[in-house]
């Protein structure tokens, strides 16, 4: 039995789930990280010494931390051909889009607009610098969108686990309120997304409760 510690709402727990489904593999899911707490104690610093979600433990394999690193093993212990490729020519120019989003794209949203947008009141909201981090989110979504403009996902006909990593954010950037670049491409990959069951289930996970109190 795969076990994975991390919490519904949270992005990364997210896109080992939905690699989790797609593969069809079983899991248990356990509530940790955010409201749930309980990454403070010995035995949780002992499977993941960062303190993050997710972890993932495959039987009695080792514990795993990074999102996109349970992915792609995922991926090579179970997936097939098409959202794996052997060849490391046919699998790298997927990866380099599954390690763009993580260093590029993501921190744009996440950093300059998510939780700038979800995570602080109105009142004591950045105006100035929200803007400007749309400004900077601007061209990197248009960069993905000629990228989608090419296949229908990252992976060609269907997904890969370079979808996983790459698809996930999607989720918060399109239902975010902000001012967005016009990506026609971008928002049909991820249309074509939310027709996935996994995808829909695992992903598409209200983020209400991250939003800032009084």
């Excluded at 909201?125 to 993905?144: N, Y």
Aim: glycine share 8%; with cysteine.
């Amino acid at each position: 039995m795969i076990t994975v510690w991390g919490r519904a709402t949270s992005g990364n727990t997210q896109m080992v789930v939905w690699a989790l489904n797609e593969i069809g593999l079983p899991y248990e899911r356990l509530d940790f990280g955010g409201a749930f707490g309980r990454t403070d104690t010995p035995e949780y610093f002992a499977m993941n010494p960062n303190r993050l979600v997710p972890v993932l433990r495959d039987g009695d394999g080792p514990f795993l931390w990074e999102s996109a690193a349970i992915v792609r093993y995922l991926a090579a212990s179970y997936g097939d051909g098409q959202f794996w490729p052997v060849s490391p020519a046919a699998r790298a120019p997927q990866d380099k889009w599954a390690e763009w989003i993580k260093t590029s794209f993501g921190p744009a949203l996440q950093t300059g607009l998510f939780w700038p947008l979800v995570g602080t009141l109105p009142s004591r909201r950045d105006l100035p610098a929200i803007e400007a981090a749309e400004k900077r989110m601007k061209p990197l979504a248009q960069m993905f969108d000629a990228r989608m403009a090419d296949s229908a996902y990252i992976g060609g006909d269907d997904v890969s686990f370079a979808d996983m990593i790459t698809g996930t954010l999607l989720y918060r950037y399109f239902t975010l309120d902000f001012d967005r670049a016009d990506t026609p491409n971008l928002r049909a990959y991820y249309d074509r997304l939310c027709q996935r069951p996994a995808y829909a289930g695992h992903v598409m996970v209200s983020y209400e409760s991250l939003r800032a109190k009084e």
